[in-house]
């Protein structure tokens, strides 16, 4: 992978983009940009280009680029709060990838370092 410092849409995204593309339609990856780790974060007008030189779309069609947002602490986004539901807080930008059932419900967290895992949970959850 491409050795960078910005956390919105590198390897580990990609990687799931392209891992889980047998999922088509059933699978929308949310990109959710945040200055909390080491405000490492782009410039919010560069991060579509950004995103867009790895391949992935950021409007919909698999891939979606959100609002940059706050995951933890009192200003943390809903949907944050949401997925971590009361666990602990995300420690670096890639430790934390949700898988979301058709149901809206959280079928399971996972870090960079558990991608086969995240891929077992993703089977599970599309074939629902």
Same mark, same amino acid.
């Given at each position: 992978?491409?050795?960078?410092?910005?956390?919105? +849409?590198?390897?580990?995204?990609?990687?799931?983009?392209?891992?889980?593309?047998?999922?088509?339609?059933?699978?929308?990856?949310?990109?959710?940009?945040?200055?909390?780790?080491?405000?490492?974060?782009?410039?919010?007008?560069?991060?579509?280009?950004?995103?867009?030189?790895?391949?992935?779309?950021?409007?919909?069609?698999?891939?979606?680029?959100? +609002?940059?947002?706050?995951?933890?602490?009192?200003?943390?986004?809903?949907?944050?709060?949401?997925?971590? +539901?009361?666990?602990?807080?995300?420690?670096?930008?890639?430790?934390?990838?949700?898988?979301?059932?058709?149901?809206?419900?959280?079928?399971?967290?996972?870090?960079?370092?558990?991608?086969?895992?995240?891929?077992? +949970?993703?089977?599970?959850?599309?074939?629902?």
């Amino acid at each position: 992978p491409p050795r960078h410092r910005h956390g919105t +849409a590198t390897a580990p995204p990609r990687h799931r983009h392209g891992r889980h593309g047998q999922h088509g339609s059933a699978l929308e990856i949310l990109l959710y940009p945040s200055d909390e780790f080491g405000r490492q974060e782009l410039p919010t007008a560069q991060i579509p280009a950004f995103v867009a030189k790895f391949g992935l779309p950021t409007d919909g069609g698999g891939c979606t680029l959100m +609002a940059k947002v706050e995951v933890n602490g009192g200003r943390e986004d809903p949907v944050w709060a949401f997925l971590k +539901a009361g666990g602990k807080d995300v420690s670096w930008n890639f430790a934390a990838f949700f898988v979301v059932g058709k149901d809206g419900q959280v079928v399971g967290r996972f870090s960079s370092r558990e991608l086969d895992a995240c891929g077992e +949970a993703l089977a599970v959850a599309v074939a629902a």
